[in-house]
């Protein structure tokens, strides 16, 4: 019994928020950009409800993580021939990935006000 789909391909589950999945078959070459721009183009119907107003907002997450928007299905070692499940949001911004540096900054400027004029008595 063979796959359904080419053995050079990549099969994504895609799964929404509201638990619906889909499958769309994808080549190794193809970036995340291009995957969220094809799943637009081809929104199915029975996601009808879920639609969004444009490709740039849909966020693919794998183990975890957003795919940003250049990373290919090849640059992730997916295994060719088999299904790979990833989760697609809308969401407008990614997490940026020097958020640790955020933090920090934020409480430096927070514990900052009165860093020159106190004094340990």
């Known amino acids: 019994m063979g796959s359904r789909f080419p053995t ?10 509201t638990g619906k999945t889909k499958e769309f078959i994808f080549s190794p070459n193809d970036s995340a950009a291009d995957i969220a721009q094809h799943i637009f183009d081809n929104w199915p119907q029975e996601w009808a409800e879920e639609g969004v107003s444009k490709a740039e907002i849909l966020r693919l997450i794998y183990q975890g993580r957003f795919l940003h928007g250049n990373v290919t299905l090849g640059a992730l070692q997916l295994p060719l021939g088999r299904t790979t499940v990833m989760h697609l949001v809308p969401r407008e911004n990614l997490p940026e990935p ?4 955020q933090r920090q ?6 514990s900052g006000c009165c860093s020159g004029t106190c004094s340990i008595l």
Do not use: A, F, P
Request: proline share 0%; aromatic share 0%.
């Open 8 to 17: 050079d391909k990549i099969n994504l589950r895609l799964i929404l928020v």
């Open 98 to 101: 020097n958020s640790q540096d």
């Open 105 to 110: 900054k934020s409480k430096e400027r927070n």
